[in-house]
């Protein structure tokens, strides 16, 4: 069994429903051709660096999984025929992978998950004097530098 990694580009329109139905999908491919899912990650939406297209922006999505080579061919031949995949790219992480050792991968990482999602207890109350704003001799309040905006080379403002 070797490990393998997609990295998919998806149209940026695409609403969360159909986000998620896609992940699914590809999932059970994966799945369903006796692969391991290791891990989905959604990397969000980003300009890319030239036009796929006609398309300037895309939601990136990094599927992690082991299998035989049968899996990739199945995931690549279902990615081409998708028209809300604009670009994909997979690579050969390691050759031999064992089973037991991805599946505590995967059991770590959904502990790891679960202790994201306990609710962590508030912080107590900053010192009010570093709270406070900023004022003038005159008392009027100053306003803070404020960070600077995101551009593009060229420097105009992103889109």
């Known amino acids: ?23 699914t999908r590809y999932g059970a491919i994966v799945t369903g051709q006796k692969g391991v899912l290791v891990k989905v990650e959604r990397w969000g939406k980003r300009r890319l660096a030239y036009l796929i297209g006609k398309q300037a922006r895309g939601f990136y999505i ?15 031949r279902n990615l081409k025929i998708d028209d809300k995949i604009l ?6 992480k390691a050759e031999k992978v064992d089973r037991e050792a991805l599946e ?8 790891k998950d679960e202790k994201k999602e306990t609710p962590v207890p508030a912080a107590p109350e900053a010192n009010p004097a570093s709270t ?4 003038d001799a005159a008392g009027a309040a ?12 060229k420097g105009g403002k992103e889109s």
């Open 1 to 23: 069994m070797r490990r393998y990694e997609t990295i998919l580009i998806a149209h940026v329109d695409l609403s969360e429903d159909e986000l998620s139905t896609l992940i």
């Open 62 to 76: 990094l599927i992690d999984y082991a299998g035989a080579t049968d899996v990739v061919n199945e995931l690549e």
């Open 87 to 92: 670009k994909f790219m997979t690579v050969l």
């Open 104 to 111: 505590k991968e995967i059991a770590d990482a959904m502990q």
């Open 132 to 135: 406070a704003v900023e004022t």
């Open 142 to 153: 100053k306003d803070k530098p404020s960070a600077p905006e995101e551009t593009d080379a």
